[in-house]
């Protein structure tokens, strides 16, 4: 008896070290998204001055940013053509936004399942001295593949002090059983301006 409950515990110990390795799994790294850092695509449009870069990210994918009338996307994808034809490549917040050059990958091992940017949205209601208007933060959680790219879930950054621990769990928990075609994005925590704004239709 003491025999078969000395291995009982051996395999539950063993099962629990399991669990604990595989929750120690998920974690982040970081790429860089700044203009010197990626390869810049044409010349800036004469018009309206929009551009194009790609830049080098995780496991063989590169994040596609471009920038038009001073409103920014960012996708992700094995190349860049693969990329613009992702659902995230045709998501436009409305107000003028840009995104941070710090991009945080979140991955089970060595295989990234999420993309956290740090976005600003103009908010025209709130100028400054010189008339521009003030910019609210906002974090975006977007799902990778395999399956489509497309935006998970909106943390307010100021409504939140714990936003960049919201986005993390919010990737964890269902970047990767969203569905880009049905589920709608989750506002994660407290909603605030930066969210009301960029989901204001």
């Known amino acids: 008896m003491k025999r078969i409950a000395f291995v009982c515990l051996a395999v539950l110990l063993a099962c629990s070290h399991a669990g604990n390795a595989d929750a120690q799994s998920l ?10 850092d990626c390869r810049q695509i044409g010349k800036p449009s004469e018009l309206d001055g929009s551009t194009t870069r790609v830049c080098p990210g995780k496991a063989g994918l590169v994040v596609l940013i471009s920038e038009d009338d001073l409103r ?11 990329a613009a034809g992702e659902p995230a490549a045709q998501v436009w917040f409305g107000p003028f936004n840009s995104s941070e050059n710090t991009v945080e990958w979140r991955a089970a091992g060595a295989k990234p399942f999420a993309i956290i940017q740090r976005w600003h949205i103009a908010d025209g209601t709130d100028l400054d001295r010189q008339g521009r208007p003030n910019t609210k933060a906002m974090l975006v959680v977007t799902r990778l593949p395999p399956g489509p790219v497309c935006h998970v879930a909106y943390i307010d950054a100021i409504a939140n002090p714990n936003a960049n621990e919201l986005a993390r769990k919010a990737a964890d928990d269902f970047a990767r059983g969203f569905n880009c075609d049905k589920d709608e994005v989750e506002i994660v925590g407290t909603s605030g301006r930066a969210v009301e704004l960029a989901t204001r239709r």
């Open 72 to 82: 920014e996307i960012v996708s992700v994808g094995r190349n860049r053509k693969v």
């Open 27 to 36: 974690g982040s790294t970081y790429t860089s998204a700044a203009p010197k």
